[in-house]
T-cell receptor, first 107, second 112 residues
Framework: QKEVEQNSGPLSVPEGAIASLNCTYS??????FFWYRQYSGKSPELIMF????GDKEDGRFTAQLNKASQYVSLLIRDSQPSDSATYLC???????FGQGTRLTINP | EPEVTQTPSHQVTQMGQEVILRCVPI?????FYWYRQILGQKVEFLVS????????KSEIFDDQFSVERPDGSNFTLKIRSTKLEDSAMYFC??????????FGSGTRLTVV
């Protein structure tokens, strides 16, 4: 089983809609969870991190963590074309990345 | 905003040659990492470094790889005898443990 799994997409969402990105992880002892955004040819850029079960909101972004189900998600509200990128889910201890979900926002 | 600096941005080398990729982590960070990303593939962990020693390494990080913190600011990745399959983007990252990692802009290594 892969340590961190994401649907690679592409996920296509109309502008203004909610984009929902999902991630599962295998190590039940994982403590910290991160969402990174990567534009093509660029380095990963941290969007949010979450440690506790539940929701964490930051602007248009909401991270959701369910440790019992080993599941972490990212919601992007009011999606903009500039949100089109690959979104990487990552889990500590060492930062292990999923393969990323390519998101396209259609104007 | 503090950033992680990597040089060079692009390096072309012949197969079998040694390369050194350089990184300047954020000054108050204590944990340093190298990751690589082969074109079209996921970002892969190579090695983590703390307190002047390797704290963890992946199966990718074999004997041809080494890391060093030669002074108080630089963090280097050396690849001793490059192979074609070493061609990738190499990202350095640093963290202060409590938060997410900050990545540098990467070095694109092309082995010919």
């Amino acid at each position: 089983q892969k340590e961190v799994e994401q649907n690679s997409g592409p996920l296509s969402v109309p502008e203004g809609a909610i984009a929902s990105l999902n991630c599962t992880y295998s190590d039940r002892g994982s403590q910290s969870f991160f969402w990174y955004r990567q534009y093509s040819g660029k380095s990963p850029e941290l969007i949010m991190f979450i440690y506790s079960n539940g929701d964490k909101e930051d602007g248009r972004f909401t991270a959701q963590l369910n440790k019992a189900s080993q599941y972490v998600s990212l919601l992007i509200r009011d999606s903009q074309p500039s949100d089109s990128a690959t979104y990487l889910c990552a889990v500590r201890t060492r930062l292990v990345f999923g393969q990323g979900t390519r998101l396209t926002i259609n104007p | 905003e503090p950033e992680v600096t990597q040089t060079p941005s692009h390096q072309v080398t012949q197969m079998g040659q040694e390369v050194i990729l350089r990184c300047v982590p954020i000054s108050n960070h204590l944990y340093f990492y190298w990751y690589r990303q082969i074109l079209g593939q996921k970002v892969e962990f190579l090695v983590s470094f703390y307190n002047n020693e390797i704290s963890e390494k992946s199966e990718i990080f074999d004997d041809q790889f080494s890391v060093e913190r030669p002074d108080g600011s630089n963090f280097t990745l050396k690849i001793r005898s490059t192979k074609l399959e070493d061609s990738a983007m190499y990202f350095c990252a640093s963290s202060d443990k409590g938060r997410g990692y900050t990545f540098g802009s990467g070095t694109r290594l092309t082995v010919v």
